[in-house]
């Protein structure tokens, strides 16, 4: 392999880093970089001309981990000096890169035998989200995720559902099943009165119809709960 070329004088002083970093994550595929490191790599290209390790180390102390960075919003990433919009939209788009290829992996698939990617999608794609969401997970009758849509968002604690558009939008897509599942932004994934009342309101609708509610769960940054593995279904 060549030498790493030395910067010129007129190039800034951390171009030789930035040179020796790239080369140690094409020998490694990044897999002996630290986390201040691959953080490093994503804002080159954002911040062509700037030393971003003292940046890359700040924004790791502000959110405590790799996965609190990537999983920060806009405007609280640009809360750290020297991230402007457009490196905050670099960080972003790399989480909502690994929430496609987590999606990619369990789109059109059998949904029971392939339960901890979904688990996996479903968490990296809700779990560190701030205000609660509520997805649907549509089946058909081999089991085969045939869509999954956002139904509803609300407040930091509350999200309004309503079963009745739930299993309307069933019966457009002639689902035979359905999961459903939505965040606790406060970390606990223990489901509440108000989501046991509501699941088996849709239970009860979905029934007479013909549609199975195979389970519901509730993820959060911290882990996830089952109602089937709960005895709630």
Not at 191 to 196: G, K, L, T, V
């Amino acid at each position: 392999m060549p030498d790493t070329p030395t910067p010129t004088p007129s190039e800034p002083h951390h171009a030789g880093h930035r040179q020796r970093l790239r080369a140690r994550f094409q020998k490694s595929k990044g897999n002996d970089l630290a986390d201040y490191e691959l953080i490093e790599l994503l804002l080159f290209a954002a911040m062509p001309r700037r030393d971003v390790k003292p940046i890359a180390k700040a924004l790791l102390k502000r959110f405590a981990s790799f996965a609190g960075v990537l999983n920060a919003d806009s405007a609280e990433l640009q809360k750290t000096n020297g991230i402007g919009e457009v490196a905050a939209v670099s960080l972003l788009a790399v989480r909502q890169a690994a929430v496609r290829l987590l999606q990619d992996d369990v789109m059109n698939q059998p949904v029971l035998g392939n339960w901890q990617s979904l688990m996996d999608y479903c968490r990296v794609s809700m779990g560190h989200n701030k205000t609660e969401q509520f997805r649907v997970l549509f089946l058909n009758r081999k089991n085969i995720l045939i869509a999954d849509e956002l139904q509803q968002e609300g407040t930091i604690d509350h999200t309004p559902v309503y079963p009745r558009e739930v299993i309307k939008r069933a019966l457009d897509l002639s689902a035979s099943a359905l999961i459903l599942v939505h965040n606790h932004p406060s970390g606990d994934p223990t489901p509440s009165q108000a989501d046991i009342e509501m699941t088996r309101e849709l239970q009860g609708a979905g029934e007479k119809l013909g549609i199975s509610l195979h389970d519901h769960v509730v993820v959060s940054k911290s882990g996830n709960s089952s109602f089937k593995t709960l005895g709630l279904l």
